[in-house]
């Protein structure tokens, strides 16, 4: 049973507008939640993450939105751009026991010129 | 890549043999972690340690192993490789338990 769930396999968006990819989970002792990058043949690399004391945290264009009562976040691109095409992962842990994340499957993400 | 190596990069072998992964960080960073990568799964974390010679199961830890004698060095052994143990495997170091960095991964393929 997968406690993080990113339901859309894919997501296809055009250069300048916004990118959303979602992700839900289950487990209501999440409270640290990431997004990772990953291209081809490299590792994931870190993005950005939010703890669950807030709703919204934002990096340059990413901002992450998290409303627990939902048990959804979202990762927002704005604008997009082709560099951004990748595939992205949710995570989530326990912070008490913070090694251990646990991640979603991944959306493909391709953004058009 | 935050000063992370896994090695081999790539490596093919036979159902039955034994297999080990190296992961070498230069961050002197205090966790480190093995995950593996598989299509509809995400990356699931197999093993990982809190320092020399600490280490604890992560979720899927069955048929592998991990040693840690040195800050710098994590390895991952499969004992009697399984063709279900065909995957991609990434290592990851953190100084504090997150975010964790990952090393480009080593692709395993068990005939």
């Known amino acids: 049973d997968q406690q993080v769930k990113q339901n859309s396999p894919s997501l296809s968006v055009q250069e300048g507008r916004i990118s959303i990819l979602n992700c839900d989970y289950t487990?209501?002792?999440?409270?640290?939640f990431l997004w990772y990058k990953k291209y081809p043949a490299e590792g994931p690399t870190f993005l950005i993450s939010i703890s669950s004391i807030k709703d919204k945290n934002e990096d340059g264009r990413f901002t992450v939105f998290l409303n627990k009562s939902a048990k959804h976040l979202s990762l927002h691109i704005v604008p997009s751009q082709p560099g951004d095409s990748a595939v992205y992962f949710c995570a989530a842990s326990v912070t008490e026991y913070g090694n251990k994340l646990v991640f979603g499957a991944g959306t493909i993400l391709r953004v058009k010129s | 890549d935050a000063g992370i190596t896994q090695s081999p990069r790539h490596k093919v072998t036979e159902t039955g043999t034994p297999v080990t992964l190296r992961c070498h960080q230069t961050?002197?960073?205090?966790?480190m972690y093995w995950y593996r990568q598989d299509p509809g799964h995400g990356l699931r974390l197999i093993h990982y340690?809190?320092?020399?010679?600490?280490?604890d199961k992560g979720e899927v830890s069955d048929g592998y192993s991990v040693s840690r004698s040195k800050t710098e060095d994590f390895l991952l052994t499969l004992e009697s490789a399984t063709s279900s143990q065909t995957s991609v495997y990434f290592c990851a170091i953190s100084e504090s338990p997150t975010p964790q960095h990952f090393g480009d991964g080593t692709r395993l393929s068990i005939l």
């Open positions: 340690s809190y320092g020399v010679k600490d280490t």
């Open positions: 961050e002197n960073h205090r966790y």
């Open positions: 487990n209501s002792m999440f409270d640290y």
